[in-house]
């Protein structure tokens, strides 16, 4: 039961555009929302996040955006650089105190120069 | 300023064998976590661990895996008698508190031939 779907496997997106990153969950004690990058050998690094009761949240070229009634999120990079070439996984915590990270099975995105 | 660091990078093992997996966490982290990613899927949490104490094994396998983070030292995750359902890449995180934005380490990607 994938509770965390990220339902594109893969996204091409031209330098300089945007990049728009889907998230769909349907767990609703889901609270506080991550996303990853990740680069082929590498661990995860943590690009940003949000909390339940927000529904917007910037830092610098990314933004995530955040419609709870949707169970939605969505990630954003403007401008698309060919360095934002990797893999996103979106992934959630449910409650406070919550230590258990779900992740979806992630989006190769790929920024062609 | 090192983060979270595992050893081996690569490990591969016959059927059968033991495969030892280390992870040291970020300096200052008491709190470390294991997640398994199998080919084209999302990050599976393990277990969680504070020093000397396993706080949750819930997606442990109950046979051939235990996990450790002793007094001094790494944290361990052992697989006993591997099988080839086991290869996959093997990742630790840390963080300060329980939750939140942990960190991840490169990951241990092992291969049971």
């Known amino acids: 039961d994938q509770q965390v779907k990220q339902n594109s496997p893969s996204l091409s997106v031209q330098e300089g555009r945007i990049s728009i990153l889907n998230c769909d969950y349907t767990n609703s004690m889901f609270d506080y929302f991550l996303w990853y990058k990740k680069y082929p050998a590498e661990g995860p690094t943590f690009l940003i996040s949000i909390s339940s009761i927000k529904d917007k949240n910037e830092d610098g070229r990314f933004t995530v955006f955040l419609n709870k009634s949707a169970k939605h999120l969505s990630l954003h990079i403007v401008p698309s650089q060919p360095g934002d070439s990797a893999v996103y996984f979106c992934a959630a915590y449910s409650g406070a105190g919550s230590y258990q990270l779900t992740f979806g099975k992630g989006t190769k995105l790929s920024v062609i120069p | 300023n090192a983060g979270v660091m595992q050893n081996p990078r690569h490990l591969v093992r016959r059927r059968g064998q033991e495969a030892r997996l280390r992870c040291s966490p970020m300096?200052?982290?008491?709190?470390v976590y294991w997640y398994r990613q199998l080919p084209e899927e999302g990050l599976k949490f393990m277990v969680y661990?504070?020093?000397?104490?396993?706080?949750?094994e819930s997606g442990m396998p109950k046979e051939r895996f235990s996990a450790e983070f002793p007094k001094e030292g790494p944290s361990i995750l052992r697989i006993q008698q591997v099988v080839r359902g086991d290869s996959a890449a093997y990742f630790c995180?840390?963080?300060?508190?329980?939750?939140?934005?942990?960190?991840f380490g490169q990951g241990t990607r092992l291969t049971v031939v």
């Open positions: 661990l504070q020093k000397e104490n396993i706080i949750d």
């Open positions: 300096k200052g982290h008491s709190h």
């Open positions: 995180a840390s963080s300060l508190g329980q939750g939140r934005e942990a960190f």
